[in-house]
């Protein structure tokens, strides 16, 4: 693998939290292939975020190499984008702490994800929940990434990341790009199917609170049937119909049929009848990717050599820039 000079440089990453949702298709993965031809891309299953809760570690490890073959199984080639595993570049973790002491206690205050994870997890408030934007702005900015494709609930991040690298550059001198966020226009927020308040999260407690990508078609239909709407019966998208606003945008999402065009659709059918196509295009368009990840996940050794190419390149081009920002620093290096 070796990028290209002249393209720029595309960089997400996904927590091996849980099974991914739609949430996690719709809002981020799926829109990855529109970029594979005109940007350097990477991609990184971002292992040591994952810890900032407790995570059992047959599961983290399970779901490393899931999270990979999702990435692989929803058409991402991975001779075209970049793939690794975060741990696996320790780049980011030094890039982390240099970058700690560039970043102020009352920014990380501030930041909302954090707010909303104290407060589930109160028995577990640790430092790395607290720093978590900072390990994270360290893995854009080692590679130079311009473009951060990711859900509107990673906005402050990108924020937070464009002020510690302005930061550290007027210090030090042009050092790192600045990243710009990039929001695709629908499925930047999937909500939960429980509480269409709160966005769908794969570690949610409660499972009907979510479409995972390997659920059964059985359950998919079953998931949207229950899904929590108001009492009224017409398919319209109006403020305050949160729930009914968001299986309209999953099925917008899934069909590519504007919001106008569903409710012409479904004029003069109820929710139930709405309900029972939002879930059958919801399995219809999980099949594919269901079979292919299922082929993949019987082939680790496939998976590993796709990790072990990524983490070849990935540290290459990390270990350039820890060079450059220890030689700012004043760090001394001895060859
Ligand atoms: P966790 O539940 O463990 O906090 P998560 O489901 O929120 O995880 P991440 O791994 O943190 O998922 O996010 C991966 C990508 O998916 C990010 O780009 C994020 O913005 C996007 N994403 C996550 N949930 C949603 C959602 N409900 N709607 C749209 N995009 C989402
Ligand atoms: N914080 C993100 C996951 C993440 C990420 C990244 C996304 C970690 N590092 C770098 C984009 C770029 C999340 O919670 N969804």
């Not at 430092?127 to 702005?137: E, H």
């Not at 496939?302 to 990790?307: D, G, I």
Request: aromatic content about 10%; overall charge neutral.
């Amino acid at each position: 693998m070796e990028f290209n000079k002249d393209k720029k440089i595309v960089f997400s990453g996904v927590q091996p939290s849980g099974m991914l949702t739609i949430g996690n298709y719709l809002g981020a993965i799926k829109n990855w292939k529109t970029l594979e031809e005109n940007y350097n891309c990477i991609y990184c299953v971002v292992n040591e975020h994952a810890i900032t809760v407790r995570q059992d570690p047959a599961e983290l490890r399970k779901r490393t190499y899931e999270t990979l073959a999702i990435f692989i199984a929803s058409g991402l080639d991975p001779e075209k984008n970049l793939f690794f595993v975060q741990s696996h570049v320790p780049a980011h973790a030094e890039l982390a702490w240099v970058l700690n002491c560039y970043t102020m206690f009352g920014e990380l205050s501030r930041m909302t994800q954090f707010k909303d994870k104290s407060a589930k997890h109160s028995d577990n408030i640790n430092a790395g929940l607290f720093t978590y934007p900072v390990l994270m702005a360290a893995d854009i900015l080692l590679y130079n990434a311009s473009l951060v494709p990711v859900g509107m609930d990673q906005k402050q991040h990108i924020e937070i990341t464009r002020d510690i690298a302005k930061r550290f550059n007027e210090a030090y001198s042009e050092t790192f790009t600045i990243p710009e966020p990039y929001f695709m226009e629908s499925g930047t927020k999937i909500c939960s199917l429980t509480d269409p308040t709160k966005k769908m999260s794969k570690s949610d407690e409660n499972e009907n609170s979510r479409i995972s990508l390997m659920d059964s078609r059985d359950d998919i239909i079953r998931k949207f049937k229950r899904a929590v709407t108001d009492s009224g019966t017409e398919v319209k998208f109006e403020e305050g119909k949160d729930g009914i606003n968001n299986l309209m945008n999953i099925y917008s999402c899934l069909t590519g049929k504007t919001i106008k065009e569903i409710e012409k659709e479904f004029e003069g059918k109820g929710y139930g009848e709405f309900k029972l196509a939002v879930g059958e295009a919801c399995a219809d368009s999980l099949s594919g990717l269901q079979a292919e990840f299922n082929r993949l996940m019987a082939d680790k050794s496939y998976l590993e050599n796709v990790m072990k190419n990524g983490s070849d390149y990935a540290n290459y081009l990390a270990n350039k820039m820890m060079s450059k920002v220890y030689r700012k620093l004043g760090f001394l290096q001895i060859k």
